[in-house]
């Protein structure tokens, strides 16, 4: 694992459980989602798909971290020109894959 992945990981990890959190002592929440409509086996099915995409997107954002790391290393290998194109090109690579 690449140095500051897991302090990422963890900072994400624990803003979900404080939105969890917030969310599940929020009386708007709680209005709306009574547990006299909905059964609490519909709340833990639904918390356990939460959990898996939470975890796949952890997965995710490993690969995305690690993918910048080895791209940071590619570019101090090249010299001053050749690290000016290659930036100019990655951002124009990145602005036609987002739509920017």
């Known amino acids: 694992m690449v140095m500051g992945e897991e302090q990422l990981i963890l900072r ?4 979900l459980r404080r939105s969890n959190r917030i969310m599940y002592n929020n009386q708007f929440y709680n ?4 547990q006299q409509f909905v059964t609490p086996s519909y709340y833990s099915q639904i918390q356990n798909q939460v959990e898996q995409y939470q975890k796949e997107q952890t997965e995710e954002v490993k690969k995305v971290v690690k993918s910048v790391h080895e791209l940071c290393e590619a570019y101090q ?3 001053n020109e050749n690290q000016r194109q290659a930036f100019y090109l990655a951002l124009a690579a990145m602005a036609g894959k987002f739509g920017w």
């Open 12 to 15: 994400q990890n624990n803003y």
């Open 31 to 34: 209005h709306f989602f009574n």
């Open 77 to 79: 290998r090249l010299d």
